[in-house]
């Protein structure tokens, strides 16, 4: 029998119990994000974190910046945020266009303020199996997700699909921490289906529709799709055909309602996270 990965339920089970503990607080945690341009995805995606944010009692400020925004201006409101004792965690959603360098924009992010995980700091402390001050949301939330379906990671063959630094990288680098024979695929993979085969649990976080087949899987295999595409009717799916490859794993997740909501739960964990390590250091 296939279990279905209910994302929004784990989401769900986690945020309630984190609202119960924020509801307690005198002092609220804060969420600074920082959007850069007009991209509609992007700008979908600050409205729910904000939304979900707010519903929880965290305290969430949306600063707007013009698509011709210079770099330094806007390296400059970063620094205003690290030094804002009044912001546990910055966001700066990206993409970020063209003329400005998001490496230049992620290391200005204080490491005690990036709820992304995304500065060079934090990023090496997984790489050297050390804790960060918080874990990247999407890798962070895949392994809630494992964890509360009970699925081994120690000694199992994870392939993950994807070398962003977002979720393929850090992804990676965590399952490794916990044990994992970990392969990392990519466009320039050679051979892709003889590697996914070999997978016990196939993550893709690629971004095509339709990449991973039933025949690229065998049998029980756990399959979580990070993809967020959509198909030629288009609607909302992510990159694996889930009603081929359902008939062969023994877990999966769907797109929509399977990895999305951890993402956003993780963002909301993290920011308390960083809120509570703030608090430590007074
Ligand atoms: N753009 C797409 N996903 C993300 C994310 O997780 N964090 C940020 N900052 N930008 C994104």
């Known amino acids: 029998m296939t279990e279905i990965i209910d994302g929004k339920l784990v989401s769900k089970k986690i945020l309630q119990e984190l609202s119960e503990k924020i509801a307690l607080l005198e002092k609220k945690p804060s969420l600074a994000v920082i959007i850069v341009g007009e991209d509609p995805a992007s700008k979908i995606y600050v409205n729910l974190k904000k939304k979900k944010a707010e519903e929880l009692g965290i305290v969430s400020t949306v600063i707007e910046m013009s698509q011709d925004v210079s770099e330094s201006e806007l390296l400059n409101k970063i620094d205003e945020l690290n030094k804002d004792e009044s912001v546990n965690a910055i966001l700066v959603q990206m993409p970020l266009p063209k ?50 379906y009970n699925i081994e990671i120690s000694g199992k063959h994870v ?9 393929g990288r ?39 529709a339709g990449l991973i087949k039933k025949e690229m899987v065998k049998d029980n295999v756990v399959v979580i799709d990070v993809g967020m595409n959509r198909d030629e009717n288009g609607k909302l799916c992510g990159d694996v055909d889930f009603e081929q490859v359902k008939q062969k794993a023994s877990y999966i997740t769907p797109v929509p309602g399977g990895v999305g909501p951890m993402t956003i ?18």
């Open 159 to 167: 392939v993950v699909i994807g070398r962003s630094n977002i979720v």
């Open 265 to 282: 739960c993780s963002l909301m964990v993290n920011t308390f996270d960083l809120f509570k390590t703030s608090q430590e250091k007074i």
């Open 170 to 208: 850090p992804m990676a680098q965590m399952l490794l921490n916990k044990n994992a024979t970990v392969t990392i695929c990519h466009s320039k993979t050679n051979n892709l289906e003889e590697i996914t085969k070999q997978a016990d649990i196939l993550i893709s976080a690629v971004g095509k």
């Open 99 to 148: 003329h400005i360098d998001a490496n230049k924009v992620i290391e200005k992010i204080s490491p005690q303020k990036d709820v992304d995980c995304f500065h060079a700091y934090n990023v090496g402390k997984i790489a050297t199996n050390n804790k960060p001050f918080v874990y990247p949301c999407t890798p962070k939330g895949i392994l809630e997700l494992l964890n509360f």
